[in-house]
Every structure is written in C-alpha cells, then in structure tokens.
C-alpha cells in the first residue's frame, strides 16, 4: 500500500481521546433513539477498496466501544478458509509480527485475516489461491467482521454503507427491502457510490444511486446521503490527510459529519445530494481519457495540462447546463477531478486501454481492480445530453444543437468506448487544433475544434472564475462574496409580449443571470431549457389553498412544472404565493410550501421552497433597527421565518424605494431614494448612518426577521425598481436609469447591519405591461414589447 513504511497501528483520534469519541457516538446514539444495551449497528453493503476502508475507519474509531456499536461488512460469498488453516495461518501470523506487518502494508496474500497487532484487530474469511484480493489488488486489510449472508447483514441495520458500484446498486438493494418490509424505522443510508444513469422517458433526467436505493427500498431521500471527496482508498487508510462531504438532509448530514470526521479524515457537510452525486460521475468520464492521453503522449506535461484545461471546461459547461447551482461544485470538482485524473481506477484503465494492456472486449469489470464506473458515465452523459430536448444555441453555427456537440472530448470517448468505431489515440484528435469528420449515413459534419473549444472556453472563463474563487475562499472584494446575481422579473400581463424564446435570448444578451416568473408557464419553461438562467418559480396565489390542504395536488404540480425540467432547468427557488401576508390567503402560505417540499423530496429533487412579503408586512421600519412585524403579520410570518431558518432558505421581500418617495417627495430626498452614490446620510441610527432608502427598509426587514428568531436568515429582494413613466412623483426614464444602475452596482456590498454580505436582488420587470393598471404600473419596464430599451442597464457591473 503506497510506500510507507507501515501504517500508524492505532486510530489517530484514538482511544487517547476516548471521551469525545465516546462523547461523538452518544449523542448518534440518542438522535436514532437507541436504548441503553442495544449497540448501534453499521453495515457496510460491498467490501470494494472504498467501502472498506470507511468502515475500517469506523472500527477503527469506535470498535473499543463493542458494547454501543458494532461495526460488520457484507460481501458476496468467496472461497472460505477451512478451520485447521485459520488455525495454523493466526497462529504463524501471531508469532511473527513481521508478517503481519507485510500483509498490512502489502495487502498481497490476504483480504482479511483475523489477527492482533497493537491495539488493531484485523479479521479475515478467504484465502486466494493466486495470491491476490478477489477485487483489489490493493485493497487494505480491514478490522471488519466480514458476513456472506446478506440477510443476516442487513436486516437490524440502523446505518447502512452502500458500497457497490451504481451497476449493481439497484439490485442489491432490491433484495435488501425484502428484508426490511416490516421493519417500523427506515434506517440510514450512506452512499459511496458515484456512478450514474440516464433515464430518457418520459423525459431525458440523471438517475443517481441514492434515487436507485430510495426507489428500490422504499427509504425516504431524506434518510438517504452520499459522500465523496478527492480520496484514495489505500492513502486514507494509511491515514494520510483526507476530506470528505456528506450530503444529504440536515436532519442527518450535520450530526453524520460530526460522528464521521477524525483528524486525519474531515468531513464537510452540504445539503445538495444529488448534483454532488452527478458531479461524482462526472469526473470518472474524463479520467479515462487523462489515462489515454498520459500514456499516448508519454506522460507529457503539456498534453496533460492542455487535456486537464479543456475537460474542466466541458466538465463546467454540463455542470452549468445540467444542475441548479453549479458554483457549489466548486472545490469539489476542481478538487476530485485532480485526484482522479493523476490516480484512480479510471485513469489506470485509460492507460491500459492506450497501451493495448486491455482490451475494450474485456468489459468494464476488471478482476484486481473492479468496476471502471467511467464506462457506463460515458453512456447516461452521451444519451443524456444527446437530447433534442434538451438543445442549446451553438455559439458559432447560430443554431440549436444538442448539448452534447459542445463537448468534443464526451463525444470522442463515446465513440471509443461505447460504438467502438474509433482507436483510442482519437482521444488526441479531440485536443489537438483538428478538423474531424463526423459521418452519418449520407452526412458529413465537419466541426473545427480549435474555434468550438475556443467558445467553450470563453463562454465558460466567468464560471470558471467564479469556481475558483469559491474553491479557495479567496477575499478579492464585497462585492464577489456570494451574490448570485442580478435578476429580472419576467412579468405577462400584456398581450403584445416576444414569444419566450426570444425572451430568454434578450436575457442572455443583457448579461442577466437570473428570472423571477409569477407563475409557472411550460412554454416559458421550455425556452429556459439549457440557458443556464436561474429560475425562481412562483405559485400561483388562488393555488395556494388547495396546495395546502392537498398532497397529491401538490404533487401533480412539481410533477407538471419542475420534474419535467429538472437538471435543465437551473430552479433557484419555488415561490409559494407572492404578497398574501396578511390576509385570507396568508394561513395557507406554510402548510403549501411543506406540501411542496414534500413533493420535491417525493421526487428526488431539492429545490428550496420559500415564500414573497411585502414591506406591508411590517409594523414599525424607522429607525432600521426597530424594525419589527405588525400584529396582523406576525401570527403567519414567525413560522415561516423559523420553518426558513431550519433549512437554511431565504425569505423573499419586495423592496420600493418608489413608492415611499412617491408617496411624500417633500420629505424623502430623491437622491436617498434613488441609491445615489454621493447622497448623504439621510437617517442615523445609533450611530450607523444610512445613505439610501434600499438598505434602510432592507435593513429593517432583517431586523424583525432576527428579532422572530430568524438570526442568520437570509433576505432575497425578489423585486425592486423604479417607474420611467406613467405620471407618478418622480417617474422618469432618467430617474429609473439611475436607480436600477446604482442598485446594480450597490448589492453586491451589503447593508449597514448585513456589511459584505451580497444581496441577492431582482428587478422589476423586464418588460413594460400594457395591460397591468394605468400608470406607473404599466412602466416599470426595462424593455418595450419590440425588445428596445427603454434606457440601459449594465448587468456587467454587478461583479465590478
């Protein structure tokens, strides 16, 4: 294993720590509501490199502990040793340290053997013949006790392991709920699995392998977690440092990560289960390829860097096509896309394949070394993004495409690995500056690399920036600390409107990064497909009652206007009701957005579920720091605020500076109302001065938010502006051009009580309406229906 001399023979967290181990196990103990007398018990399901070595760890941490937890491993049955052997084999191993030692550090003869060494109990149930682990070559010995009989393995599980590759996940999982039907509790799983499925009926969607194990067991997604990380098995075992995320529902993923994490092994906690899971995928794919290119060329540094460059890009441009948010892949991707590329099973197999080591007839699971999940990645990614559906606007041709035409480096280890019609040194083609032809029956389609990755390149730079900082916590200024961006309304109560298609394209060319829709609209949908747009998707408010009080309702409603889109749709947030607080409607606010997050997690998706106020819902705004909710508001806004803090989702608040300046210009400044930059301070309070009328009313939102037990909520402005027109008190095109540029240019520096914190904020509206109220009402427009502006706004401004 590696080159270490030997590995640390005793837990780095030890039994020297033993009271926080035990202190850690406890309080896991308590949450699953186990009984004093009845030990916890972890299962591991595949004894794979992987899945080994994290329950290794476990035993490893908590194994002195046998009277709380127990710790077992199951396997598929193998050749067994017979009793007199074992008998003879511990007691040569028990008299020679050096031995142990070697099948330790060598994991050559054994895959477990049932010995001491130290404080380090290693158990065993095979002997190979040749010499070698069934799976792994270099699969650690584990301190494990191994069963053969799954039943028996998994059937008063509390926590469960998954192990397997995601090709087999779904069948043994199958079995597994057999033997689970009449159990009262679901246990928890945790998932090591990375590979993927694409499901393409009745609409192309990622099939992940805790959506496999939800679906064949029955267990609820929010009992079911994933962790991964930049890791090798055999390196973690040895205790070098490591990371790792676990991530999943909060309920379980905070408490996990703390009984997880040991100091040679850290784990993080992030509640976005399922684009983690795509992202693990991912990197498997465009290792083979760093394998083929690295043996080809001789393990040039320069092919490898040019390699690493251009599969980022298409590794960020399928992230941002495919996921809500892809700015949290961050780290994450950047980080287990160099791991696995220098050194995994998937690069190692690249190689293999380019030097004609193995051959593409010898399938995808090779004895020593397993399942090569990248091969079956390849396909789901390649028909996934095949989709018509799916089409994206090709940046050069000036037509739509499916979006897998952008990436050059799939579509050549498609055709390598999956139809087999191209050598493996092809893969070179695809980073070199070539024309390749692509032929289909009478077709010939001839793509220029060099200007496509180029595009891919640019289009992709301002991402990739965006990753990068984010990776490395980098402090370049307020303004890039969070902010997702600028935002606009898209509003419809008109009927001379451009169809959404072209909606959509003006909004890519203005820079706008973000949408607010009143109300779901498939065909607006439709056009977003791909766009990379975040959506945040609103209820209608006369929905509200019945999404309340019916589930199923509920239901059909994300089955009809998110799960169809999914993955191609980047949804921010689903919006329940827009200004009902107070009122009739306001009792039904809660309760639909609990049946609506309810139905998202039914679904396998986690779109955060939040609902839009009014400042009328405040009782007092002046000063900032008073700020509290009315009488009439409270009773509705206080659950909400808290439901919010629980998940860590913002509260959406429509924010007019207009309408409190129109209301009585004679005493509110204009430049104060305005957000100009050389206004002066117009309220004081206790000691903090405020210069515009955005931050003071912000500022007095978050400050009855917080005094409702909401510290730490954030505040999105879900709408904002400023009228060019319509008669009102200071309606003017030069008065809105300077409000919603200097907005633009302000949110990303935060509010005096919230400073730094970008404030994720969204324009009202995109259009003029026509057929919204006569006056300011119909002109809050950035644009005229016929796409001209009514004055100009630079969206680019928003991270200057």
């Given amino acids: 294993m590696g080159g270490a001399e030997e590995a640390p023979l005793v837990a780095a967290n030890g ?95 054994l895959k477990y053997v049932e010995a001491r060494l130290g404080d380090r109990t290693v158990y065993a149930d095979e002997i190979l013949k040749d010499g070698f682990c069934l799976n792994m070559i270099d699969t650690p010995l584990c301190p494990l006790k191994v069963v053969t009989n799954l039943q028996e393995a998994v059937w008063d599980a509390d926590i469960v392991i998954n192990g397997l590759p995601s090709t087999e996940t779904r069948d043994v999982f199958g079995e597994i709920w057999r033997y689970w039907k009449e159990r009262i509790t679901a246990p928890i799983i945790i998932s090591l699995a990375k590979g993927i499925e694409a499901s393409l009926d009745p609409l192309p969607r990622i099939i992940t392998p805790t959506q496999m194990i939800s679906k064949a067991t029955g267990v609820p997604l929010e009992n079911i977690l994933y962790l991964g990380g930049p890791n090798i098995a055999s390196e973690i075992y040895n205790k070098e440092y490591a990371n790792a995320r676990i991530c999943g529902a909060d309920k379980w993923r905070k408490p996990l990560a703390k009984f997880l994490r040991q100091p040679h092994f850290i784990v993080w906690d992030n509640s976005d289960l399922i684009t983690h899971e795509v992202m693990g995928g991912l990197k498997n794919v465009y290792a083979i390829g760093a394998g083929m290119v690295a043996a080809l060329t001789n393990e040039s540094a320069t092919s490898k860097s040019v390699y690493f460059a251009l599969c980022t890009s298409e590794m960020i441009y399928i992230t941002h096509l495919l996921e809500e948010e892809p700015e949290k892949l961050a780290g994450p991707l950047l980080a287990d896309t160099y791991v696995t590329l220098l050194k995994g099973r998937n690069a190692w197999y690249g190689q293999k394949l380019a030097t004609g080591e193995l051959t593409l007839e010898m399938g995808d699971s090779i004895k020593g070394k397993g399942t090569i999940q990248g091969v079956s990645a390849v396909n789901a990614f390649y028909e996934l993004l095949s989709q018509d559906s799916l089409s994206v606007m090709h940046p050069e041709a000036n037509k739509s495409v499916a979006p897998v035409e952008m990436c050059p480096i799939l579509k050549a280890l498609y055709k390598i690995l999956i139809k087999r019609e191209l050598p493996p040194d092809s893969i070179l083609q695809a980073i070199r500056d070539e024309t390749i032809e692509h032929h289909s029956g009478e077709e010939k389609d001839e793509v220029n690399l060099r200007s496509l990755r180029l595009l891919l390149l640019l289009h992709n730079i301002g991402k990739m920036i965006a990753f990068w900082v984010s990776a490395f916590g980098l402090l370049l200024c307020s303004s890039l600390s969070g902010v997702e961006g600028i935002g606009v309304n898209y509003g419809m109560i008109a009927d001379n409107l451009p169809s959404p298609d072209k909606v959509i394209a003006l909004y890519r060319a203005s820079n706008i990064t973000d949408v607010r829709l009143f109300h779901p609209d498939t065909t607006v949908l439709g056009a977003l497909r791909g766009s990379g747009i975040g959506v945040v998707l609103g209820t209608l408010n006369e929905d509200l009652a019945r999404l309340a009080s019916d589930t199923s309702f509920a239901a059909s409603w994300v089955q009809s206007y998110v799960q169809p889109f999914a993955g191609a749709v980047r949804f921010r947030y689903i919006n329940a009701g827009n200004e009902v607080i107070p009122g009739d409607d306001a009792s039904s606010v809660l309760p639909a957005m609990k049946n609506l997050e309810a139905a998202l997690r039914a679904a396998g998706l986690t779109v955060p579920v939040t609902t839009a106020v009014a400042t009328s819902v405040l009782g007092s705004s002046y000063p900032p720091s008073q700020g509290e909710f009315s009488e009439a508001a409270l009773p509705t806004v206080a659950p909400i605020v808290s439901y919010l803090s629980s998940s860590g989702t913002p509260l959406l608040v429509n924010v007019y500076p207009y309408f409190a300046y129109s209301a009585d210009p004679s005493s509110v400044p204009l430049d104060y109302a305005l957000l100009s930059p050389s206004a002066s301070a117009a309220v004081t309070d206790g000691g903090v001065a405020y210069t515009n009328m955005f931050d003071a009313i912000l500022d007095a939102v978050h400050a009855a938010v917080e005094k409702t037990g909401g510290q730490g909520l954030e505040v999105v402005v879900s709408e904002t502006g400023w009228p060019s027109g319509g008669g009102g008190a200071g309606a003017s095109v030069e008065n809105a051009a300077a409000y919603n540029n200097n907005l633009v240019r302000h949110v990303g520096r935060g509010t005096p009580r919230r400073p730094g914190k970008a404030v994720e904020t969204y324009i009202f509206a995109m259009f003029n309406e026509n057929q919204k109220p006569e006056g300011v009402e119909q002109n809050f427009g950035l644009f005229q229906p016929d796409m001209s502006e009514v004055y100009h706004v630079d969206f680019s401004a928003a991270s200057s």
């Avoid at 972890?42 to 710790?71: E, M, N, P, T």
Wanted: hydrophobic letters at 45%.
């Fill in 15 to 109: 039994h020297a720590n033993g009271a926080a181990v035990e202190e850690k196990l406890d309080e896991l103990r308590r949450l699953l509501g186990k009984a004093d007398g009845d030990p916890l018990r972890i299962v591991g399901v595949g004894a794979g490199a992987w899945g080994s070595v994290f329950c290794a760890l476990l035993q490893d941490a908590y194994g002195h502990l046998r009277d709380k937890v127990q710790v077992r491993i199951w396997r598929r049955p193998g050749r067994a040793v017979d009793r007199a052997t074992a008998e003879h084999l511990f007691e040569v191993i028990n008299a020679r340290e050096d031995v142990l030692r070697r099948l330790i550090r060598r994991c050559a003869y």
